[in-house]
């Protein structure tokens, strides 16, 4: 486990109001939704995500594309006009999946390993997010669990403290 900071970046975000999907669609492209039994999903580089009505989507600094609640984007971004809002250095605990320390991974995130079909996943509220060699483990921006963060990408968002 390592302290990182969030490196400071401007990204673009768009509020699902619950009766905006062609807005969101037309900011994320038609391809990046799915819609399936009345609820709606943003295709995420660590699988598909739950869009809950006053979620923001966010244009990560790749140009990938994921929905984050309302109180996570006031706490953790300032907005500085428009859809455009700017990262704040929080700083974050975190704990890179090597693929020989998953006992490691799992007692940072205080059990929340699982096992599908012989690969490893980590539990979460949106659903169950798989664990990738090179991926990082951090609590979410709410403190309630945790997440999978591509390892690429947060290598370069984040940069280790200590």
Request: with cysteine; net charge neutral; glycine share 8%.
């Amino acid at each position: 486990m390592a302290l990182f900071r969030k490196k400071v970046f401007v990204i673009e975000a768009v509020q699902y109001t619950g009766s905006n999907l062609d807005e969101i669609k037309q900011f994320i492209g038609e391809e990046n939704v799915k819609s399936k039994d009345s609820r709606h999903y943003v295709i995420t580089l660590e699988g598909d995500m739950v869009l809950n009505p006053m979620d923001y989507v966010i244009k990560g600094v790749q140009g990938e594309f994921y929905p984050v609640r309302s109180t996570i984007i006031s706490k953790r971004y300032d907005w500085l006009g428009g859809i455009k809002y700017q990262k704040k250095p929080v700083l974050v605990e975190a704990i890179k999946y090597t693929g020989d320390n998953l006992n490691e991974v799992n007692e940072f995130c205080k059990g929340n390993v699982i096992e599908k079909m012989g690969k490893p996943y980590i539990r979460f509220h949106r659903g169950d997010m798989f664990l990738r060699v090179n991926d990082y483990v951090l609590p979410n921006a709410d403190n309630t669990g945790f997440l999978v963060h591509e390892g690429e990408l947060f290598e370069k968002t984040h940069e280790r403290v200590k």
